[in-house]
């Protein structure tokens, strides 16, 4: 689905990643893992068209483009909320973007009333983003990019800001996107075990210049538990490959 060859991005003299390969095939659910400073959110970034590469090519369905640009939806880490909208006109924004009937509308603030409704922000449409916690204002975040209705979503850290509870109601959300409605989704976790539980594929990315070191593909059917045996073993494995790049660095 996605195919990205080659890509280099540097700024100034730092090279943040230079011939860097990613296969994102269709409906699957991949989670970037890596130290932090690396680089994840600049590929994310090149990847949208927020910032050109300086390098490398993009390939969207066979077809070579400069950038996804509306082809995916992009939470990025901040949430992005404009500060003079309703969390509602927020998550709206996606719909009111595009040409629209009266019905469209009316739609898409079902949509809404149901996602708000599973993220625990019923109630809360009204609010102004002022008016609620980060974590609230991260879940609003969230109701938008699923607003867009691609096929591919991009996902920069979008639970880093949530309790344990909502963190996990919102992990199984994000299962559900991919197994219901078919997404094909690339995020980024700081978190092992959150990357344990939702990945089909865990890519493992060494400081800068980014490069990947391990794959993992877990192999146990979802809904998982990160307590399962396997996983343990796993989460051992990633912590001591991310110490010893650490420790490479550090001399
Ligand atoms: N616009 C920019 N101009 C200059 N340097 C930048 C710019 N954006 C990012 N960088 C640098 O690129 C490097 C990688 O940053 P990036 O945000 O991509 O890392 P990351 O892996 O997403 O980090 P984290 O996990 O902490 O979010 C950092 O050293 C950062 O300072």
Same mark, same amino acid.
């Given at each position: 689905m996605l195919e990205v060859l080659g890509l280099a991005k540097s700024f100034g003299l730092q090279t943040i990643f230079e011939n860097f390969d990613l296969n994102l095939p269709h409906g699957r659910f991949t989670v970037l893992v890596g130290p932090s400073g690396c680089g994840k959110s600049t590929l994310f970034d090149c990847l949208t068209?927020?910032? +050109?590469?300086?390098?490398?090519?993009i390939?969207?369905?066979g077809n070579a483009i400069a950038h996804l640009g509306s082809l995916a939806a992009y939470m990025?880490?901040?949430?992005?909320?404009?500060?003079?909208?309703?969390? /509602? /006109?927020n998550s709206l924004l996606p719909v009111q973007a595009r040409p629209r009937t009266l019905r469209d509308m009316k739609q898409a603030k079902q949509t809404l009333a149901r996602i708000f409704e599973r993220i625990g922000l019923t109630g809360f449409g009204a609010h102004y983003p002022y008016q609620?916690?980060?974590?609230?204002?991260?879940? +609003? %975040?969230? %109701?938008?990019?699923?607003?867009f209705d691609r096929d591919l979503v991009l996902l920069d850290e979008p639970?880093? %800001?949530?309790? %344990?509870?909502?963190?996990r109601e919102l992990q199984n959300l994000l299962l559900m996107l991919q197994k219901e409605f078919g997404k094909t989704v690339l995020m980024i976790t700081h978190d092992i075990e959150e990357a344990l539980v939702l990945a089909d594929e865990i890519i493992l990315v060494g400081p800068t210049p980014m490069t990947i070191? /391990?794959?993992?593909?877990?192999?146990?059917?979802?809904?998982?538990?990160?307590?399962?045996? /396997?996983?343990m073993e796993t989460k051992a494995r990633i912590l001591s490959r991310l110490l010893t790049e650490k420790e490479k660095i550090q001399g």
């Open positions: 068209g927020i910032v +050109c590469p300086d390098q490398g090519r390939v969207w369905q990025q880490q901040k949430d992005m909320l404009l500060p003079w909208l309703t969390l /509602e /006109e609620v916690s980060g974590g609230m204002r991260q879940r +609003c %975040a969230l %109701a938008r990019t699923l607003m639970l880093s %800001a949530l309790d %344990a509870i909502t963190r070191l /391990e794959r993992f593909q877990p192999k146990a059917s979802k809904p998982r538990e990160f307590t399962q045996p /396997e996983f």
